[in-house]
Structures are given as structure tokens and as C-alpha cells.
């Protein structure tokens, strides 16, 4: 990737993804934890603890090389993406807990997020130059992630009739800028593009469907009731690929195309496989209605 421009415009582009995510965000969508306890905290246990653990063995598992490995577990530490809410809602989950569990895990990930890639870069790139998230690397995640989505809150509570007006506009424009980011990384890599799709292709399937599963069916073993469950497993599954390709490439970040590669497959693969999961759960429910 040696496109200034695209690497210069990244962080503005995922400004405007957290931007959008904001308009639809209230301080009622975090208080609203405690009234979905057990599944905030179950899937929520998911996302931040369980997700990247599993992923850390697949790469092991599969062998991927050490640079597409971190990429796979930058993809695992990151939120939920602003997608899953659209998809819980076209399959009838609690699309409330979806936006509570994507502003919570949003704000978690400014903490959670640098940890797991600098233990999984300490592990997987022994021997090579390391890569990780200092501290000062953290206050600019802090940035990028946040100070959009404050801004989008304050829009909502201050102007919330210019906030209605932006919201649709900013989402399709959300959607414009991840396909543009994830196009921006294969074409930037696209001599390099067989033999990564090959290295890491099956890899994110796997890990995709997965996530998908683990999202559904772990707050199911616990108890959580089938519309929750729903919006937990699609908030699981469907990342902020967005967030996890800009960390990866932003020269003043992890500054690696590599390591940009399973997000921007990611980002392709999550909409078939949640679109395929979700139709599987609204006919199982047909068939066996379920509390």
C-alpha cells in the first residue's frame, strides 16, 4: 500500500463509519445493559475473551504466516460492526441490544483491542520485528474510535431532527467507505492477492462461521431468550472490518498491508455467511418456534 492518499484519508474514513455509528447512539443504549444483564455480559464475554482465544488457535491450527496471523486476531479484537444492527433487524433480533452492545464493546475496545494484538505480536512475530500498540498508539486508537462516535452522540442530543436527516445518508455512505477501504487493500495488494486468499481465505470462513455460532449459541446455552440471542450472535460475527484494516495500515498504527488482509477478506465473507445464517435461524424458528 504505498498510496499516500489512501493511507492519509483512512483515518477520515473510518471517522465516518464511528460517525454514523454515533448519530444512532444515546447514553439510554449503555444504561440499557441493565436491562439485558445476562446477555450483554455473555455476549459481551464472547466478543472480547472467548472470540480472540479461538481465533488465536486457528491461526495456529491453519499455520498461517506471522503478519496475515495478527491481522486474523486484530479482526477477532475488534467491535461489532454498524452492519449487524441492519442484519438483526431483517431477522428479527433485539436490535436494542445490538446498538447496546455495540456502544459498550466500542468503548471496551479501546483497551481490549490493544492488548490482545500486543500479546498475539508478541507471540506470533518472536524473532521478527515487532509490531504492537504502545500506549501512544492507544490514545490514537482512542481517538479514531471514539471522539467520532461522541461527536455523533452530541449531533443526536443536541439536533436530533439534523441527526434523523443524517442518519440514513452517513449509513449508505458507511457502507460506500468499507467497500472502498476493503477495494483500496486488494487492488493495493492484488500482485500478492492469490497466494493470500489462499493463505488466509479458508481460515476466515472458518472463523466467520464460528463467531457466527458462538454468538448464537453460547448465550442460548446460558439462558438468553432466542431474539437476543439472535442479535448477540450476529453482533459476534459481523466486525468493524473497517476499524481493524485502518489500525492495520495507518503508518503511525501497525503501518502492514499484510496484516490488513484478513479484514478486507473478512469484510466480503461476513455478508454472505450472516445473510445464510440468518435466513438458517428464521426457518429453524418457523419450524420450532423457541422461547
Same mark, same amino acid.
Given at each position: 500500500?504505498?498510496?499516500? &492518499?489512501?493511507?492519509?484519508? #483512512?483515518? +477520515?474514513?473510518?471517522?465516518?463509519?464511528? +460517525?454514523?455509528?454515533?448519530?444512532?447512539?444515546? #447514553?439510554?443504549?449503555?444504561?440499557?445493559?441493565?436491562?439485558?444483564?445476562?446477555?450483554?455480559? !455473555?455476549?459481551? @464475554?464472547?466478543? !472480547? $475473551? &472467548?472470540l480472540p482465544a479461538i481465533c488465536f488457535g486457528l491461526v495456529l491450527a491453519f499455520r498461517l504466516p506471522p503478519e496475515l496471523a495478527v491481522g486474523m486476531i486484530l479482526v477477532a479484537a475488534s467491535p461489532g460492526g454498524p452492519t449487524?444492527? #441492519?442484519?438483526?433487524?431483517l431477522f428479527g433480533g433485539n436490535v436494542a441490544l445490538n446498538i447496546t452492545?455495540?456502544?459498550?464493546?466500542?468503548? &471496551? %475496545? $479501546? %483497551?481490549?483491542?490493544?492488548? !490482545?494484538?500486543?500479546l498475539s505480536a508478541g507471540y506470533l512475530l518472536a524473532g521478527e520485528a515487532k509490531l504492537g500498540l504502545q500506549f501512544d498508539k492507544m490514545v490514537q %486508537? +482512542?481517538?479514531? $474510535?471514539? $471522539?467520532?462516535?461522541?461527536?455523533?452522540?452530541?449531533?443526536? *442530543?443536541? *439536533?436530533?431532527?439534523a441527526a434523523q436527516r443524517l442518519n440514513r445518508p452517513v449509513r449508505v455512505l458507511s457502507v460506500v467507505v468499507l467497500v472502498a477501504v476493503i477495494?483500496?487493500? &486488494? +487492488?493495493?495488494?492484488?500482485?500478492? @492477492?492469490?497466494d493470500y486468499f489462499v493463505s488466509v481465505g479458508l481460515a476466515v470462513l472458518v472463523f466467520n462461521l464460528v463467531s457466527l455460532l458462538i454468538g448464537y449459541g453460547v448465550p442460548r446455552l446460558a439462558g438468553v431468550e432466542h431474539r437476543a440471542a439472535i442479535a448477540a450472535g450476529f453482533e459476534i460475527g459481523i466486525h468493524n472490518t473497517a476499524l481493524a484494516i485502518t489500525i492495520a495500515l495507518s503508518p503511525a498504527l501497525l503501518d502492514s498491508a499484510e496484516m490488513a488482509i484478513p479484514g478486507a477478506v473478512y469484510g466480503i465473507v461476513m455478508f454472505f455467511t450472516a445473510a445464510g445464517f440468518g435466513w438458517l435461524l428464521t426457518r429453524r424458528a418457523r419450524l420450532n418456534p423457541t422461547p
Open positions: 500500500m504505498d498510496s499516500a &492518499l489512501i493511507l492519509g484519508s #483512512l483515518p +477520515f474514513a473510518l471517522g465516518i463509519v464511528m +460517525f454514523g455509528l454515533g448519530l444512532g447512539l444515546t #447514553l439510554d443504549d449503555f444504561r440499557r445493559v441493565g436491562q439485558h444483564p445476562r446477555a450483554a455480559v !455473555v455476549a459481551l @464475554l464472547c466478543q !472480547v $475473551v &472467548l449487524a444492527n #441492519l442484519y438483526s433487524h452492545l455495540t456502544a459498550t464493546n466500542s468503548v &471496551l %475496545v $479501546v %483497551v481490549t483491542l490493544p492488548i !490482545v494484538v500486543n %486508537v +482512542f481517538v479514531i $474510535v471514539l $471522539v467520532p462516535v461522541a461527536i455523533g452522540m452530541l449531533v443526536r *442530543a443536541r *439536533a436530533p431532527e477495494s483500496a487493500v &486488494l +487492488f493495493g495488494e492484488r500482485e500478492n @492477492l492469490a
